[in-house]
């Protein structure tokens, strides 16, 4: 029969007192009588007539003290199961309800908690099992939310696909080159969203190969603006770069630090209908910043902590209806972090946005 936890320590605090007990006794035994006689001898020096009595005090000695000693045994055992059960349901109580919580946890009631011990140490385990559970129903949300965003964004065209070659199946309509064409940037469109889900399942899984590297800026900063040139309309914004010369090298994966860079700067052309875009860069002790800046729509203080959500878009992207998957600035985020970077976001509404992030110099 395997006995718990509570049970252990019942019947370690008992044994504990009473060997205490067990101890006091046996000292007691062993020290009262020769104390007590000896008592009697020094009466008998000062004259007082007890050796007639001698035995019979030493005999009603020793029953008051054999009494005295079976009452203190039993009320002090007494006492002691009950101060052990006490102790024992006190300590093993909160871990009851840390199983008991555990278990609701694995039927899917993320919401429940483990109330707040007396003990310090019991304490400090239920805030971290609070912790994790709190952590543990977010990581749940995030999934919930996932998966509805997901549909979302693969009904739509999805849905298009679908009409129009049932239009084609059915001979309702013939397939033009306009069809065709809207066919393709659809299936494209789920492609790019395909790309870029396994892209951040990857990063966010640790998975992405990275080869670090010193990367010199300036050169990739011109190789960047040039391939973004074309996207800018003629009275779009102004693209420009800027930063030393002989600034320091970052140590980065060449292809992940441009596919950040590329995220950020395709994100602030589609909000940036006029005014510039600047890429900079520079440094803060064993760090390289590196940032792009518009002056674009900009974000509303309640969007910016949002902004490196899967699937996240801001309003103004909403009531602009841009094509974009939602996923590029959060795979920036992993990438930079992947890097041992931390990259963080700053924007007023109406008046452009601020996204920089920094890297370790090489």
Request: net charge negative; aromatic share 6%; hydrophobic share 45%.
């Amino acid at each position: 029969m395997r006995v718990g936890l509570q049970g252990r320590l019942f019947f370690s605090h008992l044994v504990v007192m009473l060997v205490g007990l067990s101890s006091f006794i046996v000292i007691s035994r062993a020290t009262s009588h020769h104390l007590f006689t000896g008592h009697l001898d020094e009466m008998a020096h000062m004259g007082r007539a007890i050796d007639e009595i001698r035995e019979e005090l030493v005999d009603g000695f020793e029953t008051a003290w054999n009494g005295s000693t079976t009452w203190s045994l039993i009320i002090g055992g007494l006492t002691a199961a009950g101060l052990s059960y006490w102790v024992a349901h006190r300590i093993t109580h909160p871990l009851a309800q840390m199983e008991r919580t555990a278990r609701l946890f694995a039927a899917g009631q993320l919401s429940e908690r483990v109330p707040t011990s007396d003990i310090p140490e019991l304490a400090r385990l239920s805030a971290s099992f609070n912790r994790m559970a709190l952590s543990l129903q977010d990581v749940e949300q995030q999934r919930r939310e996932l998966i509805g965003d997901l549909t979302h964004e693969l009904r739509t065209p999805l849905t298009i696909v679908r009409g129009y070659l049932e239009e084609v199946a059915e001979q309702r309509q013939a397939i033009t080159s306009e069809t065709a064409h809207l066919l393709v940037r659809e299936t494209r469109r789920l492609e790019r969203l395909v790309n870029d889900l396994q892209e951040l399942s990857r990063a966010e899984a640790g998975q992405l190969p990275l080869t670090l590297q010193p990367i010199a800026l300036p050169p990739l900063f011109e190789k960047l603006l040039l391939r973004f040139e074309t996207q800018v309309v003629e009275d779009g914004p102004h693209l420009g770069w800027r930063c030393d010369e002989e600034i320091a090298k970052v140590l980065a994966d060449p292809d992940r630090l441009e596919q950040i860079l590329v995220n950020l700067l395709g994100n602030a052309i589609k909000h940036t209908h006029h005014g510039h875009i600047t890429l900079s860069a520079w440094e803060a002790g064993a760090q390289v910043w590196i940032a792009v800046t518009d002056t674009g729509v900009g974000l509303a203080p309640a969007e910016l902590p949002h902004v490196f959500e899967r699937f996240w878009r801001s309003s103004q992207a909403v009531a602009q209806a841009h094509t974009g998957t939602g996923i590029g600035l959060a795979i920036a985020k992993r990438l930079v972090e992947l890097q041992g970077g931390n990259i963080v976001a700053e924007s007023t509404l109406g008046q452009g946005s601020t996204f920089r992030f920094w890297l370790p110099k090489a």
